[in-house]
């Protein structure tokens, strides 16, 4: 624990890449909400691997509503969507039990739970955790969408590979969202499409992994969503975004390239037209931690998977020895292709709870 | 809302900078703490104006304690702690009331609560808000350290001047922490404290602000701390660090680094020397969301201050007209210098949180 | 929402009566517990349907483990459970749709959710859902156990009525909770289950239905539990008493019996024998909010079933037109018989969440 | 801890009886409330000792407003209140320090914080503690009242004395409630109080105290608020009447009248005239958990003041050894006049917190 994240919107994560299966609760859904179960599916579509740079396993990802969900809308009670796991042969994992992969939560999971954690596939800290995630995220972006709230998320550089970045004008911005989910991989540019492919199969076949930038813009977002001091609008969305496994580091507007700016050069400075604006957006849509009207911009940084089949060095956790670690099966040597719907579902969910809690004090406000 | 952070350790924080005073309760203290006052005050020191690149404004931040403390020890029950504000001026600030400041608060809180905030000095969004945080880290940096458990925070970068980095190896860290607490400003050479000394100064005579990065160790932290899924330590430590005012970006261990490298390249391979370590630390002590035992390595970017004295473009909230504001007072040029305690302080607050939590786990595994 | 509860002991509760399954999420179990399934099937059957007495549905109730389990131990992960529930006839509910029973939640509920809830069988409203509270309990009074507590629960009165009360001493105590665990209906005395089975028929033969008092005595709990202002202990177990579907007053101790006393009479003097005890037991073994050693006391009065079926009068809810309502299908006359069982199940629940909390401070409270 | 209480409108409470101050934050209000001080003033004076029947301590209760308040409204930060307390000379208390007053928080509390507590006057755990909750509860009742929401409580019982209860009408509801303000004590019918007067005198001069009950209501509440499961509006109302030192039952519409009652005999049925209501109201305005827009009713039961001069019966805790214990200083014999405004007030807490989370459900239903 703690599995439970939101305010108003809340999440409850569960399950294991080796169990019977693994799930969500969604608690706090508005009643009456006819599902847009194309739009799922299509989510999670852009969350399976990818031909020729991903593991082959097949994973039909299908979803199973086990409550809240009655005539074909919310109900107001707790969603709970389960999706199976598909049988996998457990003895793979066996073998290299007690031997501690690197840059994995093997060592830190063990001592943690005292050697009882499910090691199979990473159990609860596996990737394939994130598939309930997208279905909750998706839901809250079809809420979102109903709210003129728009989020897409593309690789904006894998490992010496980069892609156009986010336009700052809306007309630019709308043309780029569409190219995302149109092509190959979710880039801008379909060029960078093929060239990222390639990379990550040359490094596929030199049994390495890489890693890579993924740039976020949530589009129609009111000014006034965010809570400080503690949940300001930056905090909850790093927090959701630190939870999904690889991501190391967050940034908002210019993030760390504001270190060698001064004020002058960066301060967005406001203007009216038909509305209040800032004429660059360096903030990334947020200050004082609460939204200002401006496209929230983010960008996030993915580490190399840390499964390769090189051979490493590493500790028997049992025997205490050091010892020589060889990984078997099936692992994607990026994250990238895969990881942007991970990313566009937090966002949701984030932007989601921030929504809720935002509409009820207008309300109350006016009163 | 929401200004209560924390499971166990649990802080609740109140005030705005022109009121009678600021504020945090502290709740979840274990009873029976002596509080050590003058580390407490030493603390404080560190994030009161600098001589030379600081506004001048005098601020005692005498601290009052109102309840929680009895007999020179913490009592179980929540300890109040008050910093009483100076009295201010606030006429200052009537004039340029509906003048929207660029990349301050201003316009994302008049619409967040309706025009209702306290504009003065930034009122709840003022960086005086971080004095009580301060006092709640000075308490928490002195539990951790009867647990061993010990953080430090420098300038890194400011502008195009650069420290140097933290090393690898425990000896040269204790050195450099040492360092960083005895010179000018919390820089690990001293030459570099002279360097950012004139960088400010001298952005400042232009009338202008620069931004930077600082870099923080913990030392000495257990693995097992961390609550995934959503509580990995990495989102919680961001949660704190983005509710600072002027924070845009945090990474742990490469952070962003881990863009253009491989697996090979980057994965910190486990050795037994009495005890499992990693031979590197690019995940910065914490995997899968759980600190590992090697030290955790952070790094968060700071913008210019936002308040600078030169004539920027705006629009005043009230006409709705595009007009031309020039901000009066006292602004450091950067909160880099103060900043650093801060950041030392919402770590320390994660960090025992964290660690409260684990020490009860893993006491009732045990059974 | 909200179907979460605890803070250190966590459960995510989920399901309607009509749909594929109902089921419990428990975050916050340490790991490396062996569950006992022997007990959490005792447990479960408790709370199936007495013969004679109630509805004849067959319910199954086998339960299974989708996470958080592994090797026969749980892993530290989110432990999700399910019961399947059985192929209902949802036509029977269809008639009566619009038609509001009386003391139910029909009306409160259509408000609430727009009309978008799920109205067959009373759904997230039914008495079905405390299933998985109850597995959910075993397995918490299965961990108590190892700590020396232990929660027994029985009818104290049915209508007219009445058991022989808990009495005063431990050794009478021990005797009568194995009475309980031993009789044909959760009660002291086997001549009161003969009386409670006749009254309870002779209601249902009059298509009626009674109410009753359950009386719940918890031994073992140390000094320290409780987590006042807020979190007194009578605060969080009747939270979680007031949560079951039914019931309606809650008292410790003596209760509304307090109303005509003096300080004199009820004060619980304290003494020392092999430690210090009360010689009274008033107060329930609650002091300020907090657990003081002596047994705990909690009576909770159930009202009777909601559903009887003479003909009563209603609202359409669609048409707004006043009608007569039949309720058809089956409805236990009485729950006193199944809810001992809940009401053991979320006492336990709500101990060991306390307890896990006084565990973490007294350890750090020691350092 | 835990003394932070809410989801959406969420108050801290700190603070002991014998520090310099007691206080509240309330986070969650929404901004540009214009507070009304008579009001709260007058609540206040509500809590303040009674003349004849009272301790003679006198009580400024002066609030003090140090944050979230500006040019007269709330700013929608946090709004904290001190209340300072008066010089009090604990001299009194040192002498019984080690002497466990029967029936007082004194021993659970002294094991649950190692001997740390502040033991004064019962520090955290007196009476006192409750006066910012009255101011916190004034304010909550004035945002209430613009809702239409309206709540009284009044003394239903003193020993043997009883008061009038509430009607079933509203009309004859409304007569009583101003009956009750306008009453030297809190009580619908004049006559009672002088009973009470001079009951509760009789016993002071006993040494002795006695208990009673309490009686609410609270009118205007819509259909749809509370949030089962687990927040059904009769545990989270019952959550915060328990945190109020002394208060050991609570019960809803019938309570525990409702054991020897018959489905037939107590089920509300609904009828149509202009709205939805039922005809009898013994559910007390709550089904399912949520409210059925029916007025709510409450009784608590209050023991009796467990400070009495008598002499009793008790241990050392230093020593362990059995004693007798003489309280001096002032106490009331009583404090049923006293705890009805403190009743109002966790109630409108609880109904403005359910009521804001009802609000944004309402409203986000309708997109």
């Known amino acids: 624990m703690k599995n439970t994240f939101g305010n108003a919107f ?24 006819a599902l847009d179960f194309a739009f799922i599916q299509q989510q999670i579509k852009k969350r399976q691997p990818k031909e020729k740079i ?28 389960l999706i199976k796991n598909n049988q996998h042969n457990s ?60 989020i897409a998320t593309h690789i904006l550089q894998c490992y010496d590979i980069e892609d156009e970045s986010f336009a700052s ?16 991989l979710p880039v801008v540019k379909e060029e960078t499409a093929q060239k990222i492919m390639q990379c990550i199969q040359e ?11 993924v740039e976020s813009i949530i589009l129609g977002v009111p000014a006034g969503l965010g809570e400080p001091f503690f949940d300001s609008l930056e905090s909850t969305l790093s927090h959701l975004l630190f939870s999904i496994p690889s991501i190391k580091g967050v940034e908002f507007g210019l993030g760390f390239a504001f270190a060698n700016k001064t004020g002058k050069e960066v301060n967005d400075c406001f203007y009216y037209k038909q509305g209040i604006k800032t ?19 983010i960008k996030a940084v993915v580490k190399p998977t840390a499964s390769i089949f090189q051979k490493q060095e590493t500790v028997n956790i049992k025997t205490k020895e050091n010892t020589i670690l060889e990984i ?13 719907v991970v990313v566009d579902s937090v966002l949701a969910i ?18």
């Open 279 to 297: 004429k660059t957006n360096h903030n990334g849509g947020i200050n004082g931690g609460i939204s200002n009207g401006m496209p929230i911009h």
């Open 203 to 213: 490094k596929a076949q030199q049994l390495n992994s890489v890693g890579g930038i």
């Open 350 to 367: 984030g932007i989601l709870d921030a929504y809720m809690q935002y509409a009820m004090y207008q309300q109350l406000s006016k009163k």
């Open 54 to 81: 991903s593991t082959k396993r097949h994973e039909d990802d299908a979803i199973e509503i086990v409550s809240g969900f009655f005539e074909n809308h919310t109900t107001g009670s707790p969603l709970c969507i």
């Open 91 to 150: 003895k793979d994992y066996e073998a290299l039990r007690y031997l501690l992969r690197p840059s994995h939560a093997d060592y830190s999971a063990h001592i943690k739970y005292n050697g009882y954690q499910d090691f199979r596939g990473g159990g609860h800290f596996s990737g394939r955790i994130t598939a309930p995630l997208v279905v909750a995220g998706a839901i809250a972006l079809q809420i979102l969408k109903s709210y003129g709230i728009q």
């Open 10 to 33: 809340q999440v409850t994560i569960f399950g294991e890449s080796h169990g019977d299966a693994i799930g969500i609760i969604i608690d706090g859904l508005p009643a009456g909400i």
């Open 328 to 340: 078997k099966g099936r692992h994607d040597p990026s994250i990238l292709p895969r990881v942007c």
């Open 169 to 184: 004008d809306e007309e630019s911005l709308q043309k780029q969202i569409q190219s995302i989910n149109n092509h190959t």
